[in-house]
């Protein structure tokens, strides 16, 4: 459980709060490229850690993310005219440039023309690894652009996607951090319905329904490995990787994998953006016809929305009739089963009312370390992971092996962790 002001300090990520400020240090996904997808196409209107913004590409390419409200009179600069390197009010015509600079007021006479005076709060903005990245922290802390493992990638080695998550980001990290709900939540009564890579891990998660939780804290969040007992003197361990932020890498025995990122559109609300990846050849036909079924690690959408086709008004499309047969949920596909279950805790979870056991060790510490280091920060010390942009390139590991403590699959397997910085 958690105090109730501790699982405020948690979930708040607004503009001067502890949490907020921690997200701040960090260059966080918020767009898809399609999004602004050409010199002087439409701005889009994006919202991020509680603030309202605009964003648009100008006629030289350059994104700008800017304060969604004119500074003249509040008008909206969503329905702004996008021309000639920069976005111009359609209210009374003043127009700013990426960097929010006022560059002209044509309503003003020149002599009392105050454009050099006059800003638009602006943040910066950056392409890399498939998504439109922005940091809105202090400009003289903004760090490298962090090398995940997937954003290092060929783009054909990809593929990408970003949906709604109506609930506070902590409750989906929180689900990535979960292995052992794997068990009990996703069993299905037709594999058919599954990746092979999906069809191999479900075998070992049906084989032990308690796995045994061990974590490492490292820079740049912690690893934690799961020990599944399947049989023969043998263990299945998962590693996961949970990489500050609200980022998680999920094991697989088999490639594509999938990393997400939860990142607050404000305290109630979230953008996932999911990447599926394999580092080790491009992604066959196959894996992306998968992918774009909406069954595995990310949802269909309903077309020209970032919305999810099975959603809670639809109760998640259950079919009670699957649920007779011996389906867990009768919702289909993984991440609708998972976001079904996290989006019904409701929009912020009333932590202190949980109960929670061994099963839930990796939650517990992520918490414990999310606090501390909104903590520290308020009280004047920055966060270090930011500025190690290789230390985000940490790799997760699904592998059966007798080995019977972490440490020693950790020893083995070294290489394979991408770990440079661990604690
Ligand atoms: S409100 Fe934007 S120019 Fe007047
Ligand atoms: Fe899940």
Aim: charged fraction near 25%; aromatic fraction near 10%; glycine fraction near 8%.
């Amino acid at each position: 459980m958690l105090k109730p002001e501790d699982n405020d300090l948690l979930c708040r990520v607004g503009p001067g709060t502890p949490m907020g400020e921690l997200f701040r240090r960090f260059w966080l996904p918020a767009l898809m490229p399609f999004e602004l997808a050409e010199p002087d196409c439409p701005p889009v209107r994006l919202r991020l850690l509680g603030e309202d913004l605009v964003a648009f590409r100008d006629s030289m390419g350059r994104i700008g993310v800017v304060e969604e409200r004119c500074p003249h009179r509040r008008a909206s600069l969503y329905f702004g005219r996008n021309e000639d390197c920069g976005l111009r009010c359609v209210y009374h015509g003043w127009k700013f440039d990426v960097n929010g600079d006022c560059v002209d007021m044509p309503n003003e006479r020149p002599e009392t023309d105050f454009k050099h005076k006059v800003r638009l709060r602006a943040y910066s903005a950056a392409e890399w690894g498939g998504y439109i990245w922005v940091y809105m922290g202090p400009a003289e802390r903004k760090p490298p652009l962090p090398e995940f493992e997937w954003a290092m990638l060929p783009p054909a080695h990809r593929w990408q996607r970003k949906w709604h998550y109506n609930a506070n980001y902590m409750q989906g990290l929180e689900g990535e951090l979960d292995t052992c709900h794997t068990t009990f939540l996703h069993r299905v009564d037709d594999p058919g319905t599954l990746s092979p890579a999906l069809v191999a891990a479900t075998i070992n998660w049906a084989k032990d329904g308690m796995p045994r939780l061990d974590v490492r804290d490292t820079d740049y969040g912690y690893y934690y490995g799961s020990q599944r007992d399947i049989g023969d003197g043998r263990f299945n361990w998962r590693l996961t990787q949970w990489i500050l932020p609200s980022n998680s890498i999920i094991p697989q025995p088999k490639w594509p994998i999938s990393s997400r990122a939860y990142i607050p559109i404000d305290d109630e609300n979230t953008f996932v953006f999911g990447t599926s990846f394999n580092p080790e050849a491009p992604l066959t036909e196959a894996d992306r016809a998968y992918l774009e079924t909406g069954m595995g690690a990310a949802p269909e959408l309903i077309p020209g929305t970032f919305e999810p086709v099975v959603n809670s008004k639809n109760d998640y499309m259950r079919d009670l009739e699957a649920m007779r047969r011996g389906h867990s949920t009768g919702i289909p596909g993984i991440n609708n089963q998972d976001r079904a279950l996290v989006e019904a805790m409701g929009p912020i979870v009333d932590r202190e009312n949980e109960h929670l056991g061994t099963s839930d060790v990796a939650i517990i510490q992520a918490r414990r370390k999310l606090l501390r280091l909104a903590r520290e920060l308020a009280e004047g010390k920055e966060p270090a992971l930011p500025h190690m942009a290789s230390a985000f390139g940490a790799k997760p590991l699904d592998v059966t092996t007798a080995d019977a403590d972490l440490d020693a699959v950790v020893a083995r397997c070294r290489d394979r962790l991408g770990l440079v910085a661990a604690a």
